[in-house]
């Protein structure tokens, strides 16, 4: 299977990442970034947040406007994890202590990739552990960000999180206690946990969850992975994008190579029902594009990132796929998370200038961006 070389190649480039480089120092946002506007926004109107040195992989965002990002595993910094405090400025979260070197500890974030605010103001972080040597155990853990404390952990064993998985981007139930994690490793999965209990469970083997045989085209190129033959094989990726409608009751996700968006009761989840009932309930919901993240509204509208075409789309509540933004700096917009009001949270990272893909240095140039988008809609943060 392609996603076995995925996983293989996914490791050796991880293990090639970039040298640390310092915090940067505050400084006034460019003209072109402007901050936030006094009138009201227009329909898919994008903000500049910040712009980094170092490389987001998801980033969330509070009611209020707190944001925070995980640190991509593929082109690592000095940090994992932060707390964005300017346009060109962040600071380690929850402290120094869990952004301490990888694999030196328990208590140390080494491979962090999802990351999620929800309604208490938790912060939830997927950490796969992968992409290093050696490898770590995976775990999921929440900080409570008033007071920068642990509120939740739990750590994977290698029967729900075998050896290759890709534990990423999540959905958080925390009124009923059910997070639900997108593995896209070489047996693509949801790993479902409950929270209350901090038992997990993992249900694998349906088709919507495996990837579609479409190209993954980035600035024009089908992106190439390279296979166990040691040639260059095309990119093939599978459940990826993951999300919670208003009411906690569905379940969406999609293949990033994928053009269908399914949904499944969330509440067969959270009853422990079998493999077999959970794959009979999923029902295909609508079209969507390559992507690498998905949000759901309030309103039941579900807004992608578009890989190939450098933006946003929106399946609208009535099944239409449009598009949204179309934005030449949104060089593979990863994920997509719900902040106030209908702003809409991405990260921008150029992973398809890494050497997984390009064979040769990183061809990734700073600043790696954090951006949002008005949508318009009602947004719901901490789904």
Not at 18 to 47: H, I, N
Not at 317 to 324: I, S, T
Not at 340 to 364: C, K, M
């Amino acid at each position: 299977m392609r996603n076995k070389a995925l996983c293989a190649a996914l490791t050796m480039a991880a293990l090639a990442a970039c040298s640390p480089k310092k915090d940067a120092p505050d400084a006034p946002a460019a003209a072109d970034t402007a901050a936030v506007s006094a009138a009201t926004p227009t329909l898919g109107q994008v903000e500049i947040v910040a712009e980094l040195d170092i490389t987001p992989g998801n980033v969330t965002a509070t009611k209020d406007g707190r944001i925070f990002a995980s640190i991509h595993g593929m082109r690592r910094g000095p940090v994992q994890l932060i707390e964005v405090t300017g346009p060109n400025s962040y600071t380690p979260f929850p402290d120094a202590g869990w952004n301490a070197k990888p694999g030196s500890g328990k208590d140390v974030l080494n491979t962090p990739h999802g990351v999620l605010i929800d309604a208490r103001d938790w912060l939830w972080v997927v950490d796969h552990g992968n992409w290093m040597e050696p490898l770590q155990a995976p775990k999921l853990v929440a900080f409570d960000i008033a007071g920068r404390k642990l509120a939740y952990r739990h750590d994977f064993d290698r029967k729900v999180a075998p050896a290759g998985q890709i534990l990423q981007d999540l959905a958080v139930d925390s009124e009923r206690g059910f997070a639900c994690i997108a593995d896209c490793g070489p047996d693509p999965a949801i790993v479902v946990v409950d929270t209350a209990n901090n038992t997990s469970r993992r249900f694998a083997g349906h088709p919507s969850l495996a990837a579609e045989d479409v190209e993954l085209v980035v600035e024009g190129k089908p992106l190439l992975f390279p296979g166990a033959d040691g040639r260059m094989g095309p990119a093939r990726v599978g459940i990826n994008p993951i999300s919670l409608s208003a009411d906690g009751e569905t379940l969406y996700f999609g293949a990033m190579n994928g053009t269908a968006w399914y949904a499944l009761p969330a509440r067969l989840l959270r009853d422990g029902a079998s493999d077999a009932e959970v794959g009979a309930a999923i029902v295909r919901v609508g079209a969507k594009p390559i992507s690498d993240g998905a949000a759901t509204d309030a309103e039941g509208n579900h807004f992608f990132t578009n890989l190939s075409a450098n933006g946003i789309d929106v399946l609208d509540k009535d099944g239409q796929l449009k598009p949204l933004v179309r934005d030449a700096r949104f060089l593979w917009p990863d994920n997509a998370h719900f902040g106030p009001e209908s702003w809409l949270y991405v990260a921008v990272n150029q992973l398809h200038r890494n050497p997984i893909f390009s064979g040769t240095t990183d061809q990734g140039k700073p600043p790696y961006l954090i951006a949002r988008v008005w949508t318009g809609t009602r947004g719901q943060p901490g789904r």
